[in-house]
């Protein structure tokens, strides 16, 4: 029996009732932009999150764009961000004119490190006006230092927060961008984002640049976007927003219950603190360390060989078996071909270049069953432990 990594199929069997009503209404009232539901999904979506407004987009993807152009960033400014991340994250800040300045990531969180960002600041260059930070795998990254170090050096905050819907995360940046995408916490049945600010000129910029910069019909005010969430997606989103809670609260007792299975296994497990709502559950596989002077030479091409495939093998494994799995990310933003010309190279944020070489992500979902989760990790156990003897053996 397979395991898929996320299952969308039994979440809508759990809700369908309330999804098929609320399409209904959407198909039955003929409003489909920019409407009711829309407005009404805005002002609980900004309750839920603590905030006095949410601004609907049509794609995480947008609210990170225009987050950033209604903070007024562009072309000639600079952003210092993760190299760890989707590339969205940095996809936006150059589809403003902006130039990402990238930073190492803290090697327990994955997070940007805040002693990467005041590393980079006391170098002193006079662009860089904001600090995005990212989420990753639904762990929050350090907001209090960040915030305090934004502050000190009068930057803007943007978060990339699309995989960590449900955090209880207490204050926000300037704008916190949420992605709707279906495998996220709170998924639309197609592409959705919004933005989350304190702000009320941040929030009338944005909803002015994704209606193609007009807040009255057939007036424009700026150069803007169709970026509009619909009605059809506000009210799945409504219905979901409901279950949101309970989803995240099952998700941590999943992700609670893999580390219970895989305390003793050979892997980096994910820490789960208050904030934690796992999108994704992300083990890192860990590196098999050198053979010591006394493996003979014949031997270390066979540990080697190991060695360099360890997560391929634990990968594959589980494949084998009917189990989904995925890596977040294969390779850092500032070795990707697109982004050649920032003059990156290899070795500059070592920290993210490991990450990449060990992260594994495992089927997590709410409706994930325990018998599943013990499933999974005693193939993780067999393979691993099979792993640890073949070199002991070896040396």
Known sequence: MSIEL?????????????????????????????GEELEEFEKE?????????????????DALVIALASLGIGKGDAIITTPFTFIATAEAIVRVGAEPIFVDVHPQTLNIDPLKIEGCLKKARQNI??????HLYGQMADMPRIMEIAQRYNLKVVEDAAQAMGAKAGAIGDARCLSFFPTKNLGAYGDGGAIITESSEVARRAK????????????????????????LQAAILRV????????????RANAAYYNQLLEDSDLILPTIDKTSVFNYYTVRVRP?????????????????????????????????EGVATAIYYPLSLHLQEVYRDLGYKQGDFPVAEQAQEEVLSLPMYAELKKEEIERISKIIKQVTNHQKTTMVRKG
């Open 6 to 34: 996320t299952n969308l199929k039994l979440q809508y069997q759990g809700i369908k009732k309330e999804i098929d009503a609320a399409v209904q209404r959407v198909l039955t009232g003929a409003e489909f932009i920019l």
């Open 208 to 231: 002015a640049l994704r209606n193609h910069g007009s807040l009255n019909k057939y007036h424009y005010s700026v150069s803007g976007f169709n970026s509009r969430l619909d009605n």
């Open 129 to 134: 006006k904001a600090v995005f930070p990212v």
């Open 45 to 61: 979506l900004a309750d839920y999150c603590g905030a006095k407004y949410a601004v609907g987009v049509a794609s995480g993807t």
């Open 240 to 251: 979901k927003l409901r279950h949101l809670d309970e989803w995240v609260k099952r998700r």
């Open 288 to 320: 098999v360390k050198s053979p010591d002077t006394s493996v003979g030479e014949a031997a270390k091409p066979l540990f080697n060989k190991v060695e360099n495939n360890q997560r391929d093998r634990l990968q594959k494994a589980l494949r084998e």
